[in-house]
């Protein structure tokens, strides 16, 4: 697998469930983003985890992180129409680079 | 909430011609970066700006590419010969401190598209 993988790469929900999102990467990092992308949009960044911390909430977010598997997650609670979007984990990596490192994405369809 | 503005919206221009594309970074931040999404792909990095000079780079930005920040708001790409495969959606980002424990914000892009 890639550098910031997803997982599912696509994921169709009914309003009001739960929807989770996998990320796994390959190299060690200094912290993982979650950003959000609407339809012809930019980059919206949701939350950031540092790789020393292994879980975070922001609101309706719930993010881990495994340092060890090399592996987070994201969960959004009762889940929204307006929540549909594609949902990208990006790296930081460790050494001093600046630049993010994205997955492909994953389409999140919430139906209403 | 400030945001990163980037112009224009969508930019069509000639395969061989130079292009500029704008962003107005969030006014307190330090770095600035440019990434590009060609369509159905992933984002990836092109650039990183600090203190006024080039802090990374990706070996997709080679001579044809270049940055500026020509005054205190504005931060430009440009492209001086453009080639069809420079057809993507450019994104501009902007941090307080770095990448440490600071996120990117992102503005909306710039679709180019290169006939």
């Known amino acids: 697998s890639q550098q910031g993988e997803e997982d599912p790469q696509a994921l169709s929900i009914q309003e009001g469930e739960n929807a989770t999102m996998n990320c796994s990467y390959k190299t060690s990092i200094n912290n993982l983003q979650w950003y959000r992308q609407n339809s012809g949009r930019g980059l919206v960044h949701l939350i950031l985890?540092?790789?020393?911390?292994r879980e975070k909430h922001s609101g309706r977010l719930r993010v881990t992180l495994d340092t060890s598997k090399k592996s987070s997650s994201l969960l959004i609670t009762a889940s929204r129409a307006a929540d549909t979007a594609s949902y990208f984990c990006a790296t930081a990596l460790q050494g001093g680079s600046e630049k993010l490192v994205f997955g492909k994405g994953m389409k999140l369809t919430v139906n209403p | 909430e400030p945001e990163v503005t980037q112009t224009p919206s969508h930019q069509v221009t000639q395969m061989g011609q130079e292009v500029i594309l704008r962003c107005v970074p969030i006014?307190?931040?330090?770095?600035f970066y440019w990434y590009r999404q060609i369509l159905g792909q992933k984002v990836e990095f092109l650039v990183s700006?600090?203190?006024?000079?080039?802090?990374?780079k990706s070996e997709i930005f080679d001579d044809q590419f270049s940055v500026e920040r020509p005054d205190g708001s504005n931060f430009t790409l440009k492209i001086r010969s453009t080639k069809l495969e420079d057809s993507a959606m450019y994104f501009c980002a902007s941090s307080g401190r770095g990448l440490f424990d600071q996120p990117q914000h992102f503005g909306d892009g710039t679709r180019l598209s290169i006939l």
């Open positions: 700006f600090y203190n006024n000079e080039i802090s990374e």
């Open positions: 985890i540092r790789s020393n911390e």
């Open positions: 006014s307190n931040h330090l770095y």
